[in-house]
């Protein structure tokens, strides 16, 4: 049996590398070469992100959208449309099986929690980077450290 998965909803306003930790397994994602720690907190592995474009690529993604997440316009990018080139990226790493069917993607029963927990830790790093990008072009906050 296929389960719908979908994004956990994290409030951004107290996102931070502690908070991340609570709530999503940071060593799993180390581990898994989804993404490492840097001097300056945690961040996307870049093989990673190239799975993610890949499987947008396969997906028909439009190329505006391709351009913009590979260039780190992360401010142009639709968030939202991440999501499911995330989850497919997750179950590559994981041998396992994925459906996308109207804009929904399902995952196997069995590793649906495992997935969407992994898949909604990339998701909310990605919202992170977009806010800290937005606040740093309009607050005049010097960003640090490299993000992908």
Not at 6 to 12: N, T
Not at 41 to 67: H, P, R
Not at 127 to 148: A, D, P, Q, T
Request: proline share 3%; net charge positive; hydrophobic share 45%.
């Amino acid at each position: 049996m296929m389960l719908k998965v979908e994004p956990r909803k994290v409030d951004d306003k107290v996102f931070g590398e502690i908070f991340f930790a609570k709530i999503f397994p940071v060593q799993e994602l180390l581990n898994k070469g989804i993404m490492k720690r840097t001097k300056y907190g945690l961040t996307l592995k870049k093989q990673f992100k190239q799975k993610i474009l890949k499987k947008m690529v396969q997906l028909g993604y439009d190329e505006k959208i391709i351009s913009n997440f590979k260039e780190r316009e992360y401010l142009r990018v639709d968030m939202e449309r991440l999501w499911i080139p995330i989850v497919c990226a997750i179950c590559e790493l994981f041998e396992c099986k994925f459906m996308v069917k109207n804009n929904e993607v399902y995952v196997p029963e069995k590793v649906a929690v495992n997935i969407e927990t992994l898949a909604s830790a990339v998701y909310t790093w990605f919202l992170h980077v977009r806010r800290l990008i937005w606040k740093s072009e309009n607050e005049n906050i010097e960003f640090f450290g490299e993000y992908v």
